[in-house]
């Protein structure tokens, strides 16, 4: 089973910017929605695909071999 394109998609704009409010506009979508979208792949993928702080995110690991 795939994941939900609009999860990859967010994703995708999320590791390029690397910040989910710019993947927000990007998208036409509000920071939120794009944040569910990629917790929704998360939990899919059952790892993180960044590491969030408050100096913005970071692909993890896991984050840059899925992308």
Do not use: N
Request: hydrophobic fraction near 50%; charge should be positive; proline fraction near 6%.
């Amino acid at each position: 089973m795939l994941p939900p394109l609009t999860c990859l998609l967010a994703f995708e704009a999320v590791a390029r910017r690397r910040s989910f409010a710019l993947a927000a506009g990007e998208l036409h979508l509000t920071p939120s929605a794009v944040s569910h979208q990629v917790a929704k792949l998360e939990d899919f993928l059952g790892v993180r695909l960044f590491e969030r702080s408050s100096r913005g995110v970071k692909v993890s690991p896991a984050g840059e071999a899925y992308l």
